[in-house]
């Protein structure tokens, strides 16, 4: 075949991983820098897809080669796997290519049978520890290789302590030992109807054969699924010549990280247990003492233990996590890998370790995963207290962040209640713009419909506020004010609390973690900043949420919905008056008072932002939405406005729409009523002059939305640029302005060398463009993108993540005709993918001038960004998953 299935730890070294998987390309690494490493060999990833690809069955040629590396091992360690003198014993590990801590499985003391337990207890002269060893195996073949779970031997386990009085394993005798070996040994037989298998060769075979399966376990699906792991990669195998740890008070065996995987302070910091084997450790059998203790119950160990660890950190340039083995007064390294860590620890490593002169600062950069950012940017539960909580249901992970709160069921409700110093969540079926003031005075939002870009989803992002939408199972009812699923029942003013990272809802308080930036996080934001050359802006809707974006680093402002200024409770029944206007003259009277407090918008927009760049969309919802949609507040509306109640249905009907989003929206809003563009025109001019008067810098941006055809963007460019003008001449103020559009639209990528002729810029708004070029309702795709992922249809949500094949290429494009036409034309991206970092090495790629998303998203654009600049520039690093 060509191909080399099995490799010893001798022929291998850390450059393998692909291959050897992490754990034999970090075992052959040790082996080559001269570490005390038992050694052993390799079977391969490959052998593991050949496993699979030839219908679970391992090929004869695979199995010469393990045959040929087993040889070489016994011949090494002058022992014979099954001997009835000094038996060779082995461990069987599986070793992905990526860590995936206690994902797949682990067999220790290989080899053991009722023939070569005399050979161990004749070398070691130590009955109780051969014993030990044996029905250790036992469990642990049962288990992993043929599926007998692990409680039927831990009852028997259970039972002799309890029988003696013993609270520890340890207490057990050789005699209570071999008593327990027979007793599993029957489990074993009554399970499977066979004798436990006394030939090394079959258990060996039948171990293997655990670990390639054990890559497709449900846990290690669902991992790999949650940490962007391939599901093609295989997993490799590890036979290695066991060491024991539990051969009595001078052995040991234990786990320990170079540096704090929670805080990241550059110290030891790990757990041991005396006369214990691995896997008591990592498995919380029994509570093991600190790695410090082990300096003084032996300290000559302690310091060649700490001398290595060193030298791996060194080596590695990375904080380690390491496993290790004390035999009988010697130490072996049985792993070594790049430690997992909090978000805070590794930004604590990656400053620490540049300063120490271990990794440059793009290496550094290139180390900390942009959504790891999320920790540290949003609150979070505690976690010992998370663990207790009762989980109620689980939704989209529509925004991140941990709330908790009393419900409440309308938005008046959560603006009253909050101004009366509660901590609130509003609970509804789907959120509209008419919510905006309750989802502002919430701490948390939860919907039972809508998806990843639904309303609730995209204006919580840009708030920071937690959400968790399309939670289907939840049965909403906002007339009786409450919430049923199942035989629970929350009532309006129940506590729930909210994790928007994971979708999940749990039952009552949660408590919170303190979150805080330090000054490490500074430092490395400052090396992100020097590094990058594409601009990140924040998506922000008023001067709050500007100053807000502006606190996190975005340099301007990428997306202003106007809409969103309309909901105040000054100005939402003057909109409603233009709306419900059948005339032209109805409705200028009303945009006139609008006029105002749109201006008082801008003005303080341009201040907060002082010369950074503000790209203000003008109005883009359909009209229907600004609103009501009940009896009770249809009547309120008619009174308010002196008009019939039966006018007024009548007028809410004509403007019902089938399928609004791909309705009367957008510009052609504009096209069929331009008086409103108009209206918004002059109060973006006015807002501009009445800064720059003040000493500010201005120069707006004016974005047309939802263009499909240049036509549109002609007619209304020339009524915005008539309008503008006007004003500043009228004021006797020159001002540079640009007037662009957000191209959304399938249509307006395939035509953009025409639009970009009428258009200064481009702001992608892939929110839209995944709906219209999937054909998806963003609200209702909810309920069927879960399926698409589970079943592979979809790797990620595409309103999480960019479809780079598809919509990637539509905007791709858009990007190429646009420069056809204006080769210095400006782009962004705007939609809430702009946060993503995928997306944003994408649009890098692309050549787009910046991204724009959320404020709390902003640190984690400016990441990806520089990324993507030093992937470019060849200087990437590659990051342990």
């Not at 290496?363 to 207290?385: K, S, T, V, W």
């Amino acid at each position: 075949m060509g191909r080399k299935f099995v490799y010893r730890f001798a022929e291998g070294h850390k450059d393998m991983r692909s291959l050897l998987g992490g754990k034999g390309a970090n075992l052959a690494e040790m082996t080559s820098i001269g570490l005390p490493v038992p050694q052993g060999f390799t079977i391969t990833t490959e052998a593991c897809n050949d496993y699979y690809d030839n219908g679970e069955l391992i090929r004869s040629e695979i199995l010469n080669e393990i045959d040929q590396a087993l040889a070489a091992l016994e011949l090494e360690q002058g022992k014979r796997l099954g001997s009835d003198q000094d038996p060779l014993l082995v461990s069987v590990r599986s070793g992905a290519v990526f860590s995936m801590p206690g994902m797949m499985d682990t067999i220790l003391n290989l080899g053991l049978n009722d023939t070569s337990v005399q050979g161990l207890i004749a070398a070691t002269d130590n009955e109780r520890f051969a014993y030990d060893s044996y029905r250790r195996f036992i469990q642990m073949f049962a288990d992993v290789a043929i599926g007998i779970p692990k409680y039927k031997f831990e009852a028997i386990l259970d039972q002799a302590k309890e029988a003696k009085g013993f609270t520890d394993d340890t207490q057990l005798t050789s005699q209570d030992l071999q008593e327990i070996v027979t007793a599993y040994k029957k489990i074993y037989l009554e399970e499977t109807g066979k004798e436990f298998p006394q030939h090394p060769k079959e258990q060996l075979l039948l171990a293997i054969e655990a670990v390639f399966k054990s890559w497709n376990n449900p846990r290690a699906k669902v991992y790999r699924r949650l940490n962007d792991i391939s599901h093609t990669l295989g997993t490799a195998v590890n036979i290695q010549a066991m060491v024991f740890g539990n051969m009595g008070e001078n052995s040991g065996t234990g786990v320990a990280f170079t540096r704090s995987p929670s805080t990241g302070e550059n110290h030891l910091f790990g757990e041991y247990l005396i006369n214990a084997q691995g896997e008591d450790v990592v498995a919380g059998i029994r509570t093991p003492q600190s790695i410090d203790r082990l300096k003084e119950d032996l300290p000559e160990i302690y310091q060649e233990f700490v001398n290595i660890t060193k030298l791996l950190e060194q080596h590695y340039h990375d904080m380690q996590d390491v496993e290790f083995t004390i035999e009988k007064g010697k130490l072996f390294m049985l792993q070594t890998r790049n430690g997992k860590r909090t978000a805070k620890a590794a930004i604590k490593i990656a400053v620490d370790q540049v300063k120490e002169g271990l990794i440059t600062k793009e290496e550094a950069i290139m180390r900390i995963e942009p959504g790891q950012l999320e920790q540290l940017l949003h609150p979070a539960f505690d976690p010992n207290d998370l663990q207790k909580a009762q989980r109620l249901t689980g939704g989209l992970p529509a925004s991140p962040g941990a709330a908790c709160g009393q419900v409440y069921f309308h938005a008046d409700d959560a603006v009253k209640e909050a101004k009366a110093g509660k901590e609130v969540l509003l609970v509804r079926q789907e959120t509209s713009p008419e919510d905006i003031e309750g989802m502002v005075s919430a701490k948390g939002i939860i919907t039972a419909r809508g998806g990843m870009t639904s309303h609730a989803a995209v204006v919580a992002r840009g708030m920071g506020k937690p959400c968790v939408a399309g939670c289907s199972q939840l049965q909403v009812d906002e007339v009786q004010k409450e919430i049923t699923m199942g035989q629970v029942t929350i009532k309006e003013g129940d506590f729930l609390s909210i994790d928007g990272g994971t979708g999940a809802v749990y039952i009552g308080q949660i408590p919170m973690a303190a979150t805080a930036l330090d000054a490490d996080f500074e430092e490395f934001m400052s090396w992100v900043d020097q590094e990058r050359d594409m601009k990140v802006r924040s998506n922000a809707d008023n001067p709050r949420d500007a100053r807000k974006a502006l606190e996190f680093g975005a340099e301007g402002i990428g997306l202003c919905r106007t809409e969103h200024m309309f909901f105040d409770e000054e100005r939402i029944p003057l909109v409603r008056e233009m709306i419900v206007a059948d005339n032209l003259e109805d409705r200028e009277k009303a945009l006139e008072k609008l006029l105002p407090h749109q201006r008082g918008d801008f003005y303080d927009l341009f201040k907060a932002l002082d010369g950074k760049s503000c790209t203000i969309r003008l109005l883009d919802p359909p009209l229907h939405e600004f609103l009501p949609h009940d009896k009770a507040s249809i009547e309120s509306l008619a009174g308010q406005l002196g008009m019939p109640t039966r006018m007024l249905e009548k007028r809410i009907q004509e403007l019902a729409e089938f399928n609004p989003m791909l309705g009367h929206r957008g510009c052609r809003l504009a096209i069929t009523y331009p008086e409103m563009y108009q209206m918004q025109a002059r109060a973006i001019a006015q807002g501009a002059i009445q800064a720059s008067q003040e000493g500010f810098t201005v120069a707006p941006e004016i974005m047309v939305p939802l263009v499909s055809i240049v036509d549109e963007l002609r007619i209304l460019r020339k009524l915005i640029a008539e309008t503008v003008d006007q004003e500043l001449e009228k004021a006797g103020v020159t001002m540079s302005y640009t007037i662009g559009t957000m191209i959304e639209i399938p249509r307006a990528c395939v035509t953009a060398d025409e639009i970009a002729k009428e258009a200064d810029f481009f702001s992608f708004g892939t929110n839209d463009l995944t709906q219209m070029g999937f054909g998806f309702s963003r609200d209702d795709a909810g309920k069927f993108l879960g399926e698409y992922i589970e079943k592979g249809i979809f790797d990620k949500d595409p309103f999480q993540v960019l479809d780079q094949n598809g919509i990637g290429r539509l905007l791709g494009m858009a990007v190429k005709l646009g420069r056809e036409t204006k080769p210095d034309l400006k782009m962004g991206i705007c939609g809430e993918h702009g946060g993503e970092a995928a997306t944003v090495g994408f649009c890098y790629q692309q050549g787009l001038n910046y991204v724009s998303c959320s404020p709390f998203r902003i640190p984690i654009a400016k990441l990806a960004a520089a990324q993507a600049k030093i992937s470019k520039n060849g200087n990437a690093v590659s990051r342990d998953k």
